[in-house]
Nanobody, 123 residues
Framework: QVQLVESGGGLVQAGKSLRLSCAASGSFFSNYAMGWFRQAPGKEREFVAAISRSGDSTYYADSVKGRFTISRDNAKNTVYLQMNSLKAEDTAVYYC????????????????WGQGTQVTVSS
């Protein structure tokens, strides 16, 4: 069992940066691939980024590639999402998710979810 708590969301101007954190509790964090998803009002929850157990492999949605960076610190049981050059269309609730062993890029593959953190980008 893994519990996930996101933090770091807020209101920011377009072009600025934010860093989201997701703290995990429970056992064997390093055995879980981690992902970030987001959901804007009236839209489906969509994949943003994912990282393998070791952190060696990362994956990004085309819409954030080159602007967002996912990373993890297994010693701190934490995964991060550094978001640069934010745009109004990045406005959404951002969710952290955990998946046992193999990294994935679809919502249905992830077993554990945080409660989400709101990111609002003003233009």
């Amino acid at each position: 069992q893994v519990q996930l708590v996101e933090s770091g969301g807020g209101l920011v101007q377009a072009g600025k940066s934010l860093r989201l954190s997701c703290a995990a509790s429970g056992s064997f964090f390093s055995n879980y691939a981690m992902g970030w998803f987001r959901q804007a009002p009236g839209k489906e929850r969509e994949f943003v980024a994912a990282i393998s157990r070791s952190g060696d492999s990362t994956y990004y949605a085309d819409s954030v590639k080159g602007r967002f960076t996912i990373s993890r610190d297994n010693a701190k049981n934490t995964v991060y999402l550094q978001m640069n050059s934010l745009k109004a269309e990045d406005t959404a609730v951002y969710y952290c998710a955990a998946k046992w062993w193999v990294v994935g890029q679809t919502r249905m593959e992830y077993h554990y979810w945080g409660q989400g953190t709101q990111v609002t980008v003003s233009s």
